[in-house]
């Protein structure tokens, strides 16, 4: 009776892989669609803008087709066909919505671009951006009508580099792709670039909950050399000639390390299929960035970079929240009191409730002293979201919090298992 329970589930779970794969070839091609935007406005304004559709050679993500939105983001995009059946929906943050929280966004305008990715469509439909609003929820932005056919899609030629495989655990449906693309390494820095992943990668898989996530990651190398070595540093007025213009002191911040203008990034990126992007940074300067569905950037020649990279890790494939609230940053007033975080990993008590509250001992004082008493106890830890009063973390310490933590807090690393396993169902 057992095994006779066991072929059953064997059968039930291979028949409904075949299904979603059936859906999936129903609805997509085994490309992507590239959107890029332009989004423009100032602190309380915002516009987006369509610059271009592009259909690239590979699909890196899920093969699964859902009609269920997710919360996550600032920003959420649907396919919607003509039949007005959602077919595909994802979440993503920007740099532009970071920058409106800047001073410099309260005198006067800019512009930012952008870039989503989804499969590419057989049918006709309309893509559907949506913003939060001030109350925190999701509004309709942008409706964009997509026609598969259209001749005015590009579809152009792509860098012609070496493109290397450094772990290979599967095909793209069934595993999370990750590619690591070079920054400020010349052409005779490649076998450093090719180090510098692995170094990286041993780093990151010693700690949970990538450990036993490890069987189900691809790793690509892209070798994208720049004409010179290292990075922008603008506040020592050091300007170099690097193929994707990356610098430090992104709004004002001399740590923040960013790319404004991702357009090169992604068609580097498009040589193979990937869930998120890396750029790794030829530098001893200590500094780093994230954005949310976009990319991770970080340095690899200081002292702590193994340590900012998994963190910095947190934010783009996750969408964790930094912990800290004592380090100067260049946000103010980065979350609202009277509003619920959409990040897993922290809370202003608005909708605890869908948090990590159930999981929180009775025995636990909510909240939780900051006391090295409660350093392995799922709580209630006030300071967290650059603010020391009002917004709380799970754990006393956590790799989004500080660099010296060990691992990842329980939170946190169902955070980030939850985002890997669903980018890999199928």
């Known amino acids: 009776m057992r095994q006779l329970s066991l072929l059953l589930v064997i059968i039930l779970g291979f028949t409904e892989t075949r299904c979603q794969t059936d859906k999936y070839t129903t609805y997509f091609e085994l490309n992507t669609l590239r959107i890029d935007l332009v989004l423009a406005g100032d602190h309380d304004s915002q516009t987006i803008y369509l610059s271009s559709f592009q259909k690239e050679p590979f699909w890196g993500g899920t093969k699964t087709v859902s009609n269920q939105l997710s919360d996550f983001g600032i920003y959420r995009f649907s396919y919607l066909t003509d039949d007005n059946q959602l077919i595909y929906s994802s979440n993503f943050c920007s740099i532009f919505d970071e920058w409106q929280t800047t001073k410099e966004a309260s005198v006067q305008k800019r512009a930012f671009t952008h870039t989503i990715t989804m499969p590419y469509p057989k049918q006709k439909g309309m893509l559907q951006i949506e913003t939060r609003n001030k109350k925190g929820e999701f509004e309709n932005t942008l409706n964009i009508p997509f026609d598969p ?22 095909s793209s449906a069934e595993c999370y792709d990750l590619v690591f693309l070079a920054e400020g390494y010349t052409i005779t820095e490649m076998d450093k670039f090719k180090a510098d992943i692995k170094r990286m990668c041993t780093y990151v898989f010693a700690h949970t909950p990538y450990t036993q996530l490890e069987s189900k990651i691809n790793i690509y190398g892209i ?4 004409a010179q070595s290292g990075v922008n540093d603008p506040t020592k007025k050091e300007w170099v000639n690097t193929l994707f213009s990356a610098s430090f002191n992104t709004f004002n911040s001399d740590r923040y390390l960013q790319i404004e203008n991702t357009s090169t990034l992604r068609d580097y990126a498009a040589l193979v299929p990937y869930d998120h992007i890396i750029v790794l940074v030829n530098s001893k300067k200590y500094g780093g960035g994230s954005i949310y569905n976009n990319f991770t950037i970080c340095t690899t020649d200081h002292a702590l970079s193994e340590q ?17 609230y004592t380090s100067e940053v260049a946000f103010t007033n980065y979350y609202h009191l009277e509003l619920e975080p959409w990040e897993p990993n922290i809370t202003t008590l608005v909708r605890f409730d869908e948090k990590w509250k159930s ?10 002293p900051n006391s090295a008493k409660y350093k392995n106890t799922i709580g209630l830890f006030e300071g967290a979201g650059y603010t020391a009063k009002g917004i709380y973390r799970p754990s006393l310490d956590c790799k989004m919090k500080t660099n010296r933590a060990p691992e990842f807090c329980p939170i946190c690393l169902q955070a980030i298992t939850k985002a890997i396993d669903s980018a890999t169902s199928h």
């Open 149 to 170: 056919t259209d001749t005015s899609i590009k579809q152009k030629s792509f860098p012609n580099t070496e493109v290397i495989s450094i772990v290979n655990n599967g």
């Open 308 to 324: 900012v990279f998994i963190h910095e890790l947190g934010h783009g494939i996750a969408g964790l929240a930094d912990e800290y």
């Open 223 to 226: 070798l994208s050399p720049s």
């Open 359 to 368: 999981q929180i001992s009775k025995d636990t004082p909510q909240p939780t």
